[in-house]
């Protein structure tokens, strides 16, 4: 059975990342060892983002929070994404913020 969460989830795979032709997209599986991050990881055509997916009225953690800064601070782009999120929307600003 498929969280609120993965549903989102799987939506951005679908029609977000997967329509991004120049990029790498890593979902790593949190095991509670080293330290944390969001939920994709990608280098979009030499760019660096991130992507948190939130089930319906969730909103970041402080530990959370704490990551998006630290990739915003290095130059990095973070995304929130819930199940009102347009993801045309996303998309289009994905490609526009990583010029492609």
């Not at 909103?59 to 929070?65: A, F, G, N, S, V």
């Not at 130059?75 to 993801?87: A, E, H, I, K, Q």
């Amino acid at each position: 059975m498929t969280t609120p969460e993965g549903k989102v989830k799987a939506k951005v795979k679908t029609q977000v990342i997967d329509k991004l032709a120049r990029r790498y997209a890593f979902w790593p599986v949190q095991v509670g060892m080293g330290a944390t991050t969001l939920d994709c990881l990608m280098c979009i055509n030499g760019y660096f983002v991130a992507i948190e997916t939130k089930a319906q009225g969730k909103k970041l953690t402080p530990r959370q929070e704490a990551v998006a800064a630290l990739v915003r601070n290095a130059g990095g782009m973070v995304y929130v994404v819930t199940p009102d999120t347009d993801l045309p929307s996303l998309l289009f600003d994905i490609k526009n913020d990583c010029l492609i």
